[in-house]
């Protein structure tokens, strides 16, 4: 694998020679030149019409273009290389900052409209114009979302707790690789799974809340293991070696022993697997659907889900557009808020239950 | 980390004392992972089951009336080609962003700089969808325009542009952000693992940074960078809620990527088709599914076969 990595160090074959001066820039010249490279795009995009666009594409080209060139002339063609490749690198990341940036401030500047006590307290029940919420949205989400963390996280920890402590010879390893292949598994397709199963069940006209959970399932349970097992693999031999010396069955240590030490990491791995598909849609459009009032029997009859509820009204909205748009935007950002939340929540688990082991 | 690698075999299955309560727990233990590999066989079983009265039936019952190979064919190439584009986009971006992360952001706040990309995954794809209407598509309209205009004799820029855009362009575009996370996040950790007396040696002998990662970092991830572009195409394929909203089009296959008439792909046609389907026309979109499955299976498993082969190196996480 690694081989090619220990071909020794070819500086002196470098194309253009060794260094030709030891002259460098002063410390802070090229931000100083990058900033004026800018300066200048934003003076260019204002001959062609100003726009921010164009300011940020022209600024950085010559901001880049700047800093390059003088530092090959003052400082020689290899420092000028390292210095173009900080430029670019650091641009990647600026890029990737746009559209985080961009879609945060587009969901808060539409979704705050609606972020309202109605929109918590009232359901779609009879509403077809302005008004209206999502209670029974978050709702079916929540239910939903807990029925599928009930079905996986049994399934997942047993499997872990099957990988690192049972598994062994060609079914661990087959796990262990399928495993990672239903991480792949695009939504929409488990989604299929599940209306196919029930549908094979119960019949053509079924449509249950269960049906959306065990989708989540499919998509959940491997988030889980792998969380999982990567936690139960830290847990020190030597705890479970003490437990064993002292005459404590297997089934014991791994249930008095080895899940109490990796609660807090257990506990992190499920919080961020229940937001992997808190904020899931396709699998649930095509599964349970949507109706306007509140159904909390997630065995019988269609839910409404805060996903599903944002889709469906920003791509149907009725007479009054805009009451629609605005309750989409808002279902979209309940739902960041959702994810962020769960997000936060599993970085603070981690922290506050971390065991104290000497490590 | 080296506790991951202490084998887990416990010393006491010489002598063997199997209590009630072991064979129980193992018993789960050992159940509940076959059963994860009985469900992925379900997945493909009733899969299988539900489309083949599609794959079976006569050409002129499945809808458009020309069999189900020509019914798949478009959605395919246009699965593949937002695919592609995101793909070729995202990938390097993600090892800009992987490398400044881990090489060139001030120490203090890499960590921080690494969480902010991963926030990136953690926003719902229904989302990106909206995003992507409404903020991108607009944006990009004039880029449409200037494409059509100067670049037609790319078969790719064929035009006319289309007004709104809603195209196969802007659908890329908005795919290689969200998979921009996933491959970025496993580049970043083979980057942090080449081997730091590599990287010493480098910068030891007078090599720049650049240098230095050139030698030392790059040849070291490119197997991770690599499986982990194969799972962000994996993810891309799938995709279905940000295509489904931002494609307008449901047209004839073809490689134009900046009209309105572009083929769906496969996960959008199926969300927005599913909900009104009956009869022979849910096996069909089921059998259109099956077809995704069985690529993104191939692209994944072929990921994890790559990853697999550095043993010190999950890409899960």
Redesign the interface.
């Known amino acids: 694998m690694s081989t090619d990595t220990r071909s020794e160090p070819r500086l002196a074959a470098s194309p253009e020679g060794p260094v030709r001066s030891h002259r460098r820039l002063p410390r802070f010249a090229p931000l100083g030149l990058y900033l004026a490279g800018i300066a200048l795009g934003a003076g260019l995009s204002a001959l062609t019409g100003f726009s921010v666009t164009s300011t940020v594409v022209y600024g950085v080209i010559l901001g880049t273009a700047a800093v390059y060139l003088t530092s090959r002339t003052v400082e020689g063609s290899r420092k000028g290389t390292d210095r173009l490749v900080t430029c670019l690198v650091t641009t990647a990341f600026g890029i990737a900052m746009i559209p985080l940036v961009s879609l945060v401030y587009t969901v808060l500047d539409k979704g705050l409209a609606r972020l309202d006590g109605d929109f918590f307290s009232n359901s779609m029940y009879r509403v077809v114009g302005e008004g209206g919420g999502a209670y029974h949205a978050i709702l079916g989400t929540l239910i939903i979302t807990l029925v599928a963390t009930v079905i996986s996280v049994p399934i997942g920890l047993f499997t872990a707790i099957y990988l690192v402590e049972y598994g062994t010879g060609r079914l661990k390893r087959a796990i262990t690789f399928f495993v990672d292949v239903m991480t792949g598994i695009p939504s929409i397709v488990a989604g299929l799974f599940a209306f196919a199963l029930f549908t094979l069940l119960f019949g053509n006209d079924f449509r249950a809340g269960i049906m959306g959970a065990v989708a989540l399932s499919v998509l959940m349970i491997p988030v889980v293991v792998r969380s999982s097992e990567e936690v139960l693999k830290l847990v020190p031999n030597e705890l479970r070696e003490a437990s064993y010396a002292l005459g404590v069955p297997k089934w014991r240590t791994v249930v008095k022993v080895v899940l109490p030490t990796a609660i807090a990491g257990l506990g992190t791995g499920v919080t961020l697997s229940v937001a992997r598909v808190v904020g899931e849609t396709a699998p649930l459009l095509i599964t349970v659907g949507l109706i306007t009032g509140t159904n909390l029997n997630p065995f019988d009859g269609r839910m409404a889900t805060l996903p599903v509820f944002a889709f469906y009204q920003l791509t149907q909205p009725g007479t009054a557009t805009q009451a629609f748009l605005d309750r989409a935007w808002t279902a979209a950002l309940v739902l960041i808020i959702f994810v962020m939340a769960l997000n936060i929540l599993a970085r603070l688990i981690s922290r506050f239950f971390a065991p104290k082991t000497g490590r | 980390m080296t506790?991951?690698k202490?084998?887990?075999?416990?010393?006491?299955q010489q002598r063997v004392v199997r209590?009630p309560?072991?064979r129980?727990?193992?018993g789960?233990?050992?159940?509940?992972?076959?059963?994860?590999?009985l469900?992925?066989a379900?997945?493909a079983a009733?899969?299988i089951?539900?489309a083949l009265p599609a794959i079976t039936a006569s050409a002129e019952d499945v809808p458009g009336g020309e069999g189900l190979g020509h019914y798949v064919w478009p959605l395919i190439v246009g699965t593949l080609l937002g695919a592609v584009i995101a793909l070729l986009v995202a990938t390097?971006?993600a090892?800009?962003?992987a490398?400044?992360?881990t090489y060139?952001?001030p120490r203090r706040i890499a960590a921080a700089?690494g969480y902010?990309?991963d926030?990136?995954a953690?926003?719902?794809?229904?989302?990106?969808?909206?995003?992507g209407?409404?903020?991108?598509a607009p944006?990009l309209v004039p880029f449409h325009q200037w494409a059509a205009d100067n670049l037609s004799w790319i078969p790719l820029f064929a035009g006319p542009a289309s007004a709104s855009g809603r195209t196969m362009l802007t659908v890329g575009l908005v795919l290689a952000?969200m998979i921009?996370p996933i491959i970025?996040a496993i580049a970043r950790e083979v980057f942090s693992q080449?081997?730091a007396l590599?990287r010493e040696?480098?910068l030891a002998?007078?090599?720049?940074?650049?240098?230095m990662?050139k030698?030392?970092v790059l040849?070291?991830g490119k197997?991770g960078v690599i499986a982990g572009a194969m799972?962000g195409l994996?993810?891309a394929?799938?995709?279905?809620?940000a295509v489904?909203?931002i494609l307008s089009g449901g047209g004839a296959a073809t490689l134009n990527l900046i009209t309105s008439s572009n083929p769906s792909t496969i996960?959008s046609n199926?969300?927005l088709k599913?909900?009104e389907a009956t009869g022979l026309g849910v096996n069909t979109?089921?059998a259109s599914?099956l077809v995704?499955?069985l690529i993104?299976?191939a692209?994944?498993?072929l990921?994890?076969y790559i990853?697999?082969?550095?043993a010190d190196f999950?890409?899960?996480?």
């Open positions: 506790a991951t202490a084998p887990t075999e416990p010393p006491s209590r309560g072991d129980v727990f193992a789960t233990a050992k159940g509940s992972g076959i059963f994860i590999l469900v992925l379900g997945v009733f899969l089951s539900e390097p971006l090892v800009g962003i490398l400044y992360v060139y952001a700089m902010v990309i926030l990136l953690a926003i719902p794809s229904v989302v990106y969808g909206f995003w209407l409404a903020v991108l944006q952000v921009l970025s080449a081997p590599h040696a480098a002998l007078g090599a720049t940074r650049w240098e990662i030698m030392a040849p070291y197997s799972l994996g993810r394929l799938g995709e279905t809620m489904a909203i996960a199926i969300a599913f909900p979109l089921i599914g995704l499955f993104t299976l692209v994944n498993m990921a994890r990853v697999n082969r550095r999950s890409g899960a996480n």
